[in-house]
């Protein structure tokens, strides 16, 4: 299985050689935040799911994102809206 920084560490990496932090809160440590209006596909985007900076994607346009769900109606590496409530 893959959680969700894993699976950011996973793409970064094969994509572009990037070494990122770990955890989810330590990748919030190190980006930049931006506002949600100006979302590129590739930035990270940031969920409260059990507490604070618990969940990770990362955005690909037109609303969406890529995440690793390990719970809920769908697991696994998945897609959806960040106007779903998650």
Same mark, same amino acid.
């Given at each position: 299985? /893959?959680?969700?920084?894993?699976?950011? /560490? &996973?793409?970064? #990496?094969?994509?572009? !050689?990037?070494?990122? $932090?770990?955890?989810? &809160?330590? +990748?919030? !440590?190190?980006?930049? $935040? @931006?506002?949600?209006?100006? /979302?590129?596909? #590739?930035? +990270?985007?940031?969920?409260?799911?059990?507490?604070? /900076?618990? *969940?990770?994607?990362?955005?690909? #346009? =037109?609303? &969406?994102?890529? *995440?690793?769900?390990?719970?809920?109606? &769908?697991?696994?590496? @998945?897609?959806?809206? +960040?106007? =779903?409530?998650?």
């Amino acid at each position: 299985g /893959l959680d969700c920084s894993g699976l950011v /560490l &996973r793409a970064f #990496g094969d994509a572009v !050689g990037a070494r990122l $932090p770990r955890t989810t &809160r330590q +990748l919030y !440590g190190f980006v930049e $935040p @931006i506002e949600r209006a100006k /979302l590129q596909p #590739g930035d +990270l985007v940031f969920f409260d799911t059990e507490g604070p /900076l618990s *969940h990770v994607g990362i955005y690909v #346009g =037109e609303g &969406r994102f890529i *995440h690793a769900a390990s719970s809920g109606p &769908r697991s696994g590496v @998945i897609e959806s809206a +960040l106007a =779903e409530d998650y």
